[in-house]
């Protein structure tokens, strides 16, 4: 059960589209980006007032072959179409029947999940793209949307190949809605929800709009989280199995590894193959590359800050909130919850709750910087560098690790504390925060301004010590920023 009707966000996106129709020809758009986060939901509202065609992959398996492939992708087409399914036995055949019906009009085609489509034909993407240049592309209203979840596949196959190049009108990556969109979520259904509440909630969703639309807003964060975490039919219960299994197929097992490496904090790369146990590799690399392209890991740069270049040093890092919350909390209970024999307990009662919740709190905030820049009056044309910093230690200078860390054209440094805590942050806070600020070495002309971004208050002789030139609370974030 669901409590949103209406679309929410993604206004960007919708604007980027409508673009399009302003144009005189025919128009090819990619859209990627991890399962549930809307790619399928935003071309429908854009195609709304139109015609739209909408045909999708089903998951490959081992016993998926090209023939079921292609019987469903014509039954699919039959039904568009008000006609009895096609069998025709060749992606050229069906793709020509597509064209016959769509020369004319303002027509938009989804074809959905398209790797899945075409994962038993290894010419599926040629004869599409010579269906695009010889039929499709001479109706100038006509719209075609490849769209996937496996954005390394799409970016592999389609952005990366010659066979696509000068053809895409347009590329989105679709990523984690912002906070003041999530907070639409709860609006208008009674009562008052703290910003904590909401926390608890997104701590978990992060800003999966599939997530945060099977949120029932008259059950705590509590509940909410349990019905949807630790319940066998719950949504989130089996749905990494779903997404590692559908996006990784064979391989998934190894990605698995890693992602559990990573699930308490941050590795570099001979972090990460040491506590795996593997030698630095290519394939290793290749399997963090498709984690970061399929949006459920992050690789910080940090950056020198003598020039602003980005160096050559990384950190990894899981920026996808449900997934840090399953391998955590679900996956160790999972026979229990499958039994039944799973009795739940309070968020704050799990064990290392406090610490995970503030990985979870860093995403949130790192996903929205450009909500943070805004409250801190830094205009994008403003920044040299922005991401998570660290420094490694030398015989000149200490090791120091700053949650976010913005450096601005007119040499100053924005170091970003983001700090979870049940109750309100205490004194002892600046005196942590002092000694960070104090390890990082800056040219000597750079100012260093801290910054506190908090969730659950602080205390009077915190903003008494007005040592802090800003102090963000998360509840700011969950609305835009006013702009005079």
Known sequence: MTFINHFIGRQKELKQLNLLLKKNSASLV???GRRRIGKSRLIEEFGKDFKTLVFSGVPPTENTTLKGELHEFGWQLGKALGQPPFKDDDWNDLFLRLAHHTRKGRILILLDEISWMGSKDPHFLGKLKNVWDLELKKNPQLILVLCGSVSSWIEKN????????????????????????CNKFWQGKGGEITPYEKFKVLSVTGGIPKYLEEIHPHLSAEENIKNLCFERSGLLFNEFEQIFTNIFSSRSETYKKIVQCLADGIYDFEGICNKLNLEKSGVISEYLADLVESGFVRRDFTWHLQNGKRSKLSHYRISD????FYLKYIAPNKEKIERDNYVGQSLTFLPGWEGIMGLQFENLVLNNRQSLLKRLNIKPDEVIYDNPFFQKKTLRQEGCQIDYMVQTRFDTLYICEIKFSKHPLKARIIKEMREKVETVKVPRHVSRRPVLIHVNGINDDVVESQYFSHMIDFSELLYEPYEP
């Open 30 to 32: 990619v859209v990627k």
């Open 321 to 324: 909130n449900y997934l840090r």
């Open 158 to 181: 389609i952005l990366s190949s010659t066979g696509f190049l000068g053809r895409i009108s347009l590329n989105l990556t679709l990523e984690d809605l912002p906070l003041a969109d």
